[in-house]
């Protein structure tokens, strides 16, 4: 019997596809020095997540202005931070990927690949998903707890814009946010209790949040309704009273608007209303980085100590405690149902 088709000799049946899972984090320079900095934000603000302003209008300023005038400023910033292991996000970031892969590989032997990228600067996402051509599945965990358009948007964007140059492409999921998650909330307090046993407490505790254009609020993004939530939580966690606590927002960039009270506008506040002692906490970091280091634990300490404050105490991010590693383990594994053989 004749066939317009003739099949291809028979084949060993296709493997179960191995199960991978990308942590990617915001990223970092590769170095503390203007010339790494310059590629690194140019990245970084010709993103149009990041930038909402058209390219026609923002490119020539970006190129012909700050990319020749910030990445000095921010080399002296990031001096200031670096470590001998050298980006302190980087190695948070590196060393939460190789406990999370211990985690899981004591409950899931053999079934998972763990890696973990930075959607700019290196490891890049194109090339870490590159490595993982052997996973059939993918989890893709933005280390972001509140979502924002600018951030686990932006991931999923670069993550699926690599996915177009593929033709066999894995299956895909990816984790949108974990702002209420009970573990995440319970390994920050935990946090905050063992930094208050050793150190002290202070008369009062700032939540200091990321900072958005305010307009990103205006056009849908839940990210402030998120922070607001993962402050009620984790001030419940502690039994804080309403006025033991202040959530704000830092880092905010270019003349629009930012969501408000600003960081650095409550430090002074504080200050003012006669609170001596001064306890700082950054719950949409997971890791330790520029903006937590420099931004809040050394300029936000100065300006604390000079508008009359007498100790002020930065809480170091979750970065490789024990129960952040369980709790973002037991999300991932979660957010695997149905793909993972339990047992």
Known sequence: MSSYFNAPEPVQAEPKPRIGVLLV????????????????LGQFLSDPRVVEIPPLLWQPLLRGVILNTRPKKSAEKYATIWTKEGSPLLHWTAKQARLVKG?????????LRVEYAMRYGQPA?????????????????????????STTASVCDAVFARLQHYRDQPAVRTIRSFHDDPGYIAALAQKIRRHWMIEGRGEHLLMSFHGVPRFSFER????????QRSATLLAAEL????????????????????????????????????????????????????????EIAIEGKRDFLAAGGTR?????????????????????????????TIG
């Open 103 to 111: 985690w899981l590989g004591e409950r899931h032997r053999g079934q």
């Open 125 to 149: 996402i194109a090339e870490v998903l590159d490595a993982m051509q052997d996973c059939g599945r993918i989890l893709v965990v933005p280390l972001y707890p509140q979502y924002a358009a």
């Open 25 to 40: 984090n915001l990223g970092t320079p590769q170095a503390p020095t203007a010339a790494a900095i310059r590629p690194y």
């Open 312 to 340: 002020f105490s930065y809480i170091a991010a979750l970065n490789d405690d024990a129960g952040w590693i369980a709790a973002l383990g037991a999300t991932i594994e979660r957010e695997l149902g149905g793909w993972l």
């Open 220 to 227: 849908g993004d839940p990210y402030y309704l998120q922070c």
């Open 239 to 294: 039994g804080l009273a309403t006025g033991a606590y202040t959530l704000s927002f830092q880092s905010r960039f270019g003349p629009t608007e930012w969501l408000k009270p600003y960081t650095s506008d409550v430090i002074a506040a504080l200050s003012r209303q006669g609170v001596k002692t001064l306890d700082v906490v950054c719950p949409g970091f997971v890791a330790d980085c520029l903006e937590t280091l420099e």
